[in-house]
């Protein structure tokens, strides 16, 4: 299984910007997709942006634009940069990563990191 340790988030003034990291360990085996969902106070958690080993990067409507997804194969860490941030984008970030180990297949998640905006 993949050990996902998450870091960046905190508090931040609308207009500020932060960025979230998400550092997998593993041991033989690999790491494929790796993404962020996150959660609003009330909401839903939700896909919010994801990037494939090769780079090729998807983004919720919410997430285009202001966000950027990225990582280092050569670190299993990902990154979500977020700027030019506003009150609603308040919410929890939980990364993720798939991984393969033979014919297993499986997700694992971050613990969440609280992003908060204030105006």
């Known amino acids: 299984q993949v050990q996902l340790v998450e870091s960046g988030g905190g508090l931040v003034q609308a207009g500020g910007s932060l960025r979230l990291s998400c550092a997998a360990s593993?041991?033989?085996?690999?790491?494929?997709?790796m993404g962020w969902h996150r959660q609003a106070p009330g909401k839903r958690r939700e896909f919010f942006a994801s990037?494939?080993?090769?780079?090729?990067?998807n983004y919720a409507d919410s997430a285009k634009g202001r966000f950027t997804i990225s990582r280092d194969n050569t670190k299993n860490t990902q990154y979500l940069q977020m700027n030019t941030l506003k009150p609603e984008d308040t919410a929890v970030y939980y990364c993720?990563?798939?991984?393969?180990?033979?014919?297993?297949?499986?997700?694992?998640w971050g613990q969440g990191q609280e992003v908060t905006v204030s105006t």
């Open positions: 593993a041991s033989d085996l690999s790491i494929d997709t």
């Open positions: 993720y990563a798939d991984y393969r180990q033979g014919f297993k297949f499986g997700t694992s």
């Open positions: 990037v494939t080993k090769d780079g090729s990067t």
